[in-house]
């Protein structure tokens, strides 16, 4: 083993407590309700477990919300941002089925709509498993993940 191998699995092997440290907190962020409905400890609101299920245009990803009762909405994006970090900090380091399997989010797509504007026709979608942002014309498909109060 060179010096510089064993210098980068002293370091690994130092970083696993913070590593593990760092994925706990994240889950325990991520508390389940129920079958359906996960609560953000550290924002207090209430996320869909699944998102709609098939891609849509924006204003059906609204009313889809809506549907689901009184203080169901489309989060905005700076909410998927937040909600998206938690995610991506539990499933760190895994790929494939592990992923879907580890998730507390069921997504079937990463793009996900957000109730922010930009400018009069666009809005924002959030890709929560990558942590990127795009701005698409409402007409466009994606997915819906919707969020209550506290």
Same mark, same amino acid.
């Given at each position: 083993?060179t010096t510089?191998?064993?210098?980068l699995?002293?370091?690994?092997? %130092?970083?696993?407590?913070?590593? $593990?440290?760092? %994925?706990?907190?994240?889950?325990? =962020?991520? +508390?389940?309700?129920?079958d359906?409905?996960? =609560?953000?400890s550290?924002?207090?609101? !209430? @996320?869909?477990r699944?998102?709609?299920?098939? $891609?849509?245009? @924006?204003?059906?990803? !609204?009313?889809?919300? %809506?549907?689901?009762?009184?203080g @169901?909405?489309?989060?905005?994006?700076? +909410?998927?941002?937040?909600?998206? +970090?938690a995610? !991506?900090?539990v499933?760190?380091?895994?790929?494939g089925t592990?992923?879907a399997? $580890?998730?507390?989010?069921?997504?079937g797509?990463?793009?996900?709509?957000?109730?922010?504007?930009?400018?009069?026709?666009? %809005?924002?979608?959030v890709n929560?498993l !990558?942590? +990127?942002?795009?701005?698409?014309? =409402? $007409?466009? =498909?994606?997915?819906?993940?919707?969020?209550?109060?506290?």
């Open positions: 083993m510089k191998t064993r210098m699995a002293c370091l690994c092997i %130092a970083l696993l407590p913070q590593l $593990a440290a760092h %994925a706990a907190t994240a889950s325990t =962020r991520l +508390e389940t309700v129920d359906k409905v996960l =609560r953000d550290t924002t207090g609101l !209430r @996320w869909m699944k998102d709609s299920g098939y $891609a849509v245009d @924006w204003f059906a990803a !609204r009313d889809y919300c %809506a549907k689901l009762g009184p @169901w909405r489309l989060p905005a994006a700076d +909410e998927l941002d937040r909600i998206g +970090e995610v !991506r900090a499933t760190a380091g895994c790929s592990a992923c399997a $580890a998730s507390p989010l069921k997504l797509d990463g793009w996900i709509w957000s109730d922010t504007f930009n400018g009069i026709s666009d %809005a924002i979608a929560l !990558r942590g +990127e942002r795009q701005v698409t014309y =409402r $007409a466009k =498909r994606q997915r819906a993940l919707c969020v209550g109060g506290a």
